[in-house]
């Protein structure tokens, strides 16, 4: 058995079979070609799934690398590999004068988990610049692409997330960026970011990606220092009537619009109003300055972290009858463990 500790990024001690690494398309039909698709897992950085038991098969590390970079008059078009780190990638269009992502700065994990997950940070998710997602359908080991439409995306999710594991295998995303576009400044702690800069200075997207990764810095654990996966929950959406009702007996409760029907409100506020900031359960602790991140003391278990993340969901449920759903992928034994 080997140890998955440094293989994701809330650090358990877990453990695998065994440990594979595909550098190339090629490499990765050759071992889905030799192995069934139930019996190895697909990993990126881990940066998103909590190994909370040892998983009993293999885990096959996707490291296709390669960023190819094109332009017309319009748009600036990127063919990246699955195994890319994203915010590498951010930085380098940064360095390029490639605008559009710098939202979207400092979130961990690779270019391939990104469609996956509908990575989305300050008002900007990734699939307003997905064009296509290229990858290997292990049902007929022959590689395909998806446009954007058909990946079905949705609030932290796509129809890569919701698939059966390894039927579908991400090796490159295709980006179609714009030369001209309009900055999202109107979420959250961006939207003073204007006024607090001198008056013969205005935003662009070097400000807000600076920006965006001083916001982040200040307000999550680096995972370097502090195992975690960054958002456990997602923030709920609920419909408007439940929500005006809520405000009566709660009427600091935040919420964003997210149609004519329905808002979002902010898991973190809830959690928060009902005391778990700081609590914790042997190792596993709810971090004492951003209650959506549960995090790793140092030694803590799986058996630990689905306890105090339970406790968390059914308290919420409880009091203010709204149902929390984990963001970050829980890995057992043998595969996917419901929360």
Known sequence: MQSLKTHHTFSLNAHCRDIKTVNSADSLIAFSKAYSADSF???????????????????????IRGIAINEDSTHYY????????????????MQKNIGGFENLALI??????????????????????????????????????????????????????YQALNSRIITYVNFALPKQYELVCHYGPLRELQQNLPKDETVDAKKVFDEVIRIRQQKLPD??????????????????????????????????NVDS??????????????????????????????ALVLVNLGNGSGEQ???????????????????????????????????
């Open 223 to 256: 995972v370097k220092v502090l195992g975690n996966a960054g958002s456990f929950f997602k923030n709920p959406e609920i419909c408007k009537s439940d929500f005006v009702a809520l405000q009566t007996k709660y009427p600091d409760m935040p919420s964003y």
């Open 261 to 290: 029907s329905t808002v979002k409100v902010p898991a973190a506020w809830l959690i928060d109003y009902l005391g778990f900031k700081g609590q914790r359960n042997g190792d596993i602790a709810c971090h004492k300055h951003q």
């Open 41 to 63: 897992l697909v990993l990126g950085e881990g940066s998103n799934t909590v190994f909370v038991d040892d998983f009993l098969s293999t885990i096959v590390l996707n490291k």
């Open 108 to 161: 961990p994990g690779t270019v391939g988990a990104a469609p996956i997950q509908n990575i989305g940070a300050y008002g900007v998710e990734i699939e307003k610049f997905i064009e296509s997602v290229e990858y290997l359908d292990t049902a007929d080991q022959t590689f395909k692409k998806m446009n954007r439409d058909a990946c079905e995306f949705a609030y932290r999710g796509s129809t890569f997330k």
């Open 78 to 93: 990127l063919r990246v590999g699955a195994g890319e780190n994203w915010h590498e990638l951010v930085c380098l269009c």
């Open 305 to 339: 972290l689905l306890a105090l993340a339970r406790n968390i969901r059914d308290s919420v449920q409880t009091h203010f009858e709204i149902s929390l759903e984990n963001e970050v992928r829980l890995m057992g034994s043998s595969g996917l463990v419901a929360l």
